[in-house]
Every structure is written in structure tokens, then in C-alpha cells.
């Protein structure tokens, strides 16, 4: 069984760029979800997509956006980067959007110059 | 407000149990209590769940009051590999959020 992969591990950006982070879900799982965790904090639920679609969404402004492909795996972009995003960014797998545990990526932690 | 409070911080013993609790006195009846612990520099790891019965796993028990406003955690040994950050979470009926708090730290000694 293939766990929750994420790229890159580490990235650094300045202000005003944009970035697109990498999942790849568990196998067997078609539902991902991403969080963003600043240092000292637990994580902040970003959104959730189901079979390629948004199944939910967090307080987060709209440069924040996803997708979902046809093989579960799954993107996170930000646009017009901000100091206050360097933060780590956890990518979490599940099945079926339900109340089953969902299976944690190791995270990319994002620095914003 | 859909967080729960838990202690910052606990320490324990190598070898003995551990209690760690969480109030959550506004859950809903259908939310779903979720336990996950995060150590250094890893993602999150799901610990246990429940909705009102008290559950058991390989890695831990989870006792929740019968008004539900309030859960323990219980690791029946604990050993140095569970000094971690646990986080008690409630999760909604549709399971598309986990809203975290602060989390507990736990330090074990030898």
C-alpha cells in the first residue's frame, strides 16, 4: 500500500509569485484534502475535493485553488504569494469524503521571501 | 465555534498510562470525535474515532461522556515514540473538515 506523497519537500518563493504543490493519494482513496499549518499551530483546513470536484471549503480567499485529477491525485495553487503563506502544507487522503480517517502527506514546507 | 480545548501540555512516565482530555461541550449530535497526533516534522497520524461508544484500537482507547461534551484520550503504556502533538478534533457529519486546535504536547520520560 502506497501512502501519501507530496512535492516538493521544501520551496522557496518571493512575494507576488505564484506556486503549485503536489499530491498523490493513498491507493484506494479518492477523496484529498489540504491543510495549511504555520509554525506552532495546528492545521487549517484549506478545502477538500471528491472525484475531482470541491466537496468544502475553509476560510481561505479565493488565490487559493485546487484540483483534482481523474487519478486522484491532486494540486494546490496559490497566487500572488504573501509573506503570511510560508507556512507547512499537508495534503490528506481519504475515501469517500466520510467520517473515515483520513491519511496525512508529509507536507511541504513553503518559505515566502 | 467548531474547536475543542485541550490542555498544552502533558508529561508521563515511559511505561505507565496516559489521560488526555478534550472538552468539546458544544459538539453536535451527529459530529464524530477524532483523535490524530503529529510528531517532529511528520504529517498528522490518525490515532482512533468515535461518535458516542467508547472504541479500542491497536494504539489506544477513546472514553466519551455520555453527554458528549467532553472525550479521553487513554494510551495504556506509553513509550518515548508517543511524545507527540495530539489533537482531539470534531468532524462533521459530511467528514470534509477536520478543524484542529492547539493540541496537547506530550512529553515522555524515561
Known amino acids: 500500500e502506497t501512502g501519501v506523497t507530496q512535492s516538493p519537500t521544501h520551496l522557496i518563493k518571493t512575494r507576488g509569485q505564484q506556486v503549485t504543490l503536489r499530491c498523490s493519494s493513498q491507493?484506494?482513496?479518492?477523496?484529498v484534502s489540504w491543510y495549511q499549518q504555520a509554525l506552532g499551530q495546528g492545521p487549517q483546513f484549506i478545502f477538500q475535493?471528491?472525484?475531482?470536484?470541491?466537496?468544502g471549503r475553509g476560510n481561505f480567499p479565493p488565490r487559493f485553488s485546487g484540483l483534482q485529477f481523474p487519478n486522484y491525485s491532486s494540486e494546490l495553487n496559490v497566487n500572488a504569494l504573501e509573506l503570511d503563506d510560508s507556512a507547512l502544507y499537508l495534503c490528506?487522503?481519504?475515501?469517500?469524503?466520510?467520517?473515515?480517517?483520513?491519511?496525512f502527506g508529509d507536507g511541504t514546507r513553503l518559505s515566502i521571501l | 465555534d467548531a474547536k475543542t480545548t485541550q490542555p498544552n501540555s502533558m508529561e508521563s512516565n515511559e511505561e505507565e498510562p496516559v489521560h488526555l482530555p478534550c472538552n468539546h461541550s458544544?459538539?453536535?449530535?451527529?459530529?464524530?470525535i477524532h483523535w490524530y497526533r503529529q510528531l517532529p516534522s511528520q504529517g498528522p497520524e490518525y490515532v482512533i474515532h468515535?461518535?458516542?461508544s467508547n472504541v479500542n484500537n491497536r494504539m489506544a482507547s477513546l472514553a466519551i461522556a455520555e453527554d458528549r461534551k467532553s472525550s479521553t484520550l487513554i494510551l495504556h503504556r506509553a513509550t518515548l515514540r508517543d511524545a507527540a502533538v495530539y489533537y482531539c478534533?470534531?468532524?462533521?457529519?459530511?467528514?470534509?473538515?477536520?478543524?484542529f486546535g492547539g493540541g496537547t504536547r506530550l512529553m515522555v520520560k524515561p
Open positions: 490528506a487522503s481519504s475515501l469517500d469524503g466520510s467520517t473515515q480517517p483520513q491519511h
Open positions: 491507493s484506494g482513496h479518492n477523496t
Open positions: 475535493y471528491y472525484r475531482e470536484e470541491e466537496n
Open positions: 458544544t459538539i453536535s449530535g451527529t459530529d464524530y
Open positions: 468515535g461518535l458516542t
Open positions: 478534533i470534531r468532524c462533521n457529519n459530511a467528514g470534509n473538515m477536520l478543524t
